[in-house]
């Protein structure tokens, strides 16, 4: 086995086997809740690296990797891109050994993604709050024309 360049963590736990356990891309696609064709491009993007391969070549993933995963699937329904996903991620492991004005610069930016990450959520309840409505409507006119009565 190969140990691909350390990373962080991240932040949002994977729950899980026992830390420092090795599996491969299958059972890691399904632990995390996503594609082993998505792990495979978030790959390619630079976004994950596996921390270890089989001696047959097949990646190996730890806990680290699938936290890395999960952060990475709770950024992509908020429509962040992935040049700003690699970002926030270069950012979260940056803060695990950061010091002095590093640190406070590294923080400023996590406080950016922070606000557009609520912002972004925002926006989403608001849509959510006019497709509801929308659907009431719907269901208020379904009823009122299929209401044996009128």
Known sequence: MTTAASRGAGSGQVAGPTPGRLM????????VGLS??????????????????????????????L??????????????????????????????????TERAELLDRLGM?????????TALHDQLAMAEEFAGTLRDKLDRH???TT
């Open 113 to 121: 993604f922070h606000n557009a990450a609520t912002t972004r959520v």
């Open 24 to 31: 491969q891309i299958g059972e890691a696609a399904g632990r």
């Open 36 to 65: 082993i064709r998505t792990i495979r491009h978030y790959e390619e993007a630079g976004l994950i690296v596996p921390s270890a391969r089989s001696e047959g070549g097949f990646r190996l993933y730890t806990e680290p990797d």
């Open 67 to 100: 936290d890395r995963l999960a952060v990475v699937k709770r950024m992509k329904p908020l429509g962040f891109t992935l040049d700003e996903m690699r970002d926030l991620l270069a950012v979260l492991d940056a803060l695990d050994t950061a010091t002095g």
């Open 146 to 148: 299929t209401d044996p």
